[in-house]
C-alpha cells in the first residue's frame, strides 16, 4: 500500500478557530501524563517523567519558556529543522542529541541514527524511519538524507514523522499511538486527502498536524515572502479542515494546535 498525493478542488469548508488553552496537550502514559507543547512549525516539546525531549527547535520563536533537553531529535539538516543556535539554548551537558548523516557537518558532536537504526538514550528506545519524497520537486528530500523517529515513552509509541511523505517504510511501522503528520508540503506532496490517508493507514489513538505553513517558514527568513498556492487553491484554514474532515469516522482523535506563533 502507498499513500497518493491527490489533487482536489476547494471545498466549502467552515471556519476553523485555535483553542490557545488547549495548547499544552496531555495524554495518559504509564506513570503519569506525556506532556506535549507544540513550539513552531515541526518543533515540538515532549515531557514525561521528569525526562524532555525536543524535537527540531527553532529560534525563530521565543524559546526562554521551553525546558531544558534530556533528548534532542533533528530530522533535517536544514534552519528550521537544525538549528544550532535553537540547540545551545536548550542543551544541557548530558543532551543526547539525534540526527541524520546529513546534520553531522553543521553538529559533528551529534550522534547519526542512521534509517532503519535503534538507539536507546536516556533509557528510551529511538527508531530512525526513512522519510522521503514519492513525488519529485523542489525542495527536495531523498531517502537517506532525513529522519523521522519512533520513540517509546511511557508505554505509548509516539511517530514524528518529519519531512516525508506516505513512504512504504512508515506504513511499516505496525503499532503507532501518537502520530505527528506533516501537510501541505510543496508540490503537491501530502495534500491533507494524502495526510489523512496515511494517518487512518496508522490509525493512532492521536494525531497532530505539523509543518504544514511552508509560507510562515519562508517569511522568518524573508518578510515578503508570499503564501506557497496549495493545490486546489486552499487556504491553510481550509487544508486543516479538510484534513479533519477526511479522519471523521475512523476513531483518530486530531488535536489541533497553534504551531504557527506571530512573528516579531
Known sequence: MRCKSVLFAAAIVLPLTFNTAAQESEIQGENGSI????????????????????VDP????????????DIILISDDV???LDKAAIEMLRKPSTEI??????????????ILNNGEVLIAQGIKVESVAAYDIIPGEP????????????????KRI??????ECVSEILALGRVDIAFMPMNIPVGRMTPSA?????RALA?????????????????????????????????EQSLKLFEQELQGSGIEFRMAEWYPLLN
Not at 506532556?35 to 525536543?54: F, R
Open 35 to 54: 506532556k506535549v507543547k507544540p513550539l513552531v512549525h515541526s518543533s515540538v516539546q515532549i515531557e514525561y517523567d521528569g525526562l524532555v525531549i525536543q
Open 58 to 69: 527553532w529560534s525563530a520563536i521565543d524559546l526562554s519558556s521551553a525546558l531544558p533537553a
Open 79 to 81: 534552519g528550521h529543522h
Open 98 to 111: 539525534i540526527m541524520p548523516q546529513s546534520g553531522a557537518v553543521h553538529l559533528p558532536e551529534g550522534k
Open 140 to 155: 527536495s528530500h531523498l531517502k537517506g538524507d532525513a529522519n523521522a523517529y519512533l520513540v517509546e515513552l511511557g508505554g
Open 159 to 164: 511517530l514524528f514523522a518529519g519531512v516525508t
Open 195 to 199: 495526510a489523512a490517508e496515511c494517518t
Open 204 to 236: 493512532p489513538e492521536v494525531v497532530f498536524l505539523y509543518h504544514y505553513d511552508q509560507g510562515y517558514a519562508a517569511r522568518v527568513t524573508r518578510p515578503e515572502a508570499g503564501n506557497p498556492q496549495l493545490p486546489g487553491n486552499l487556504t491553510i
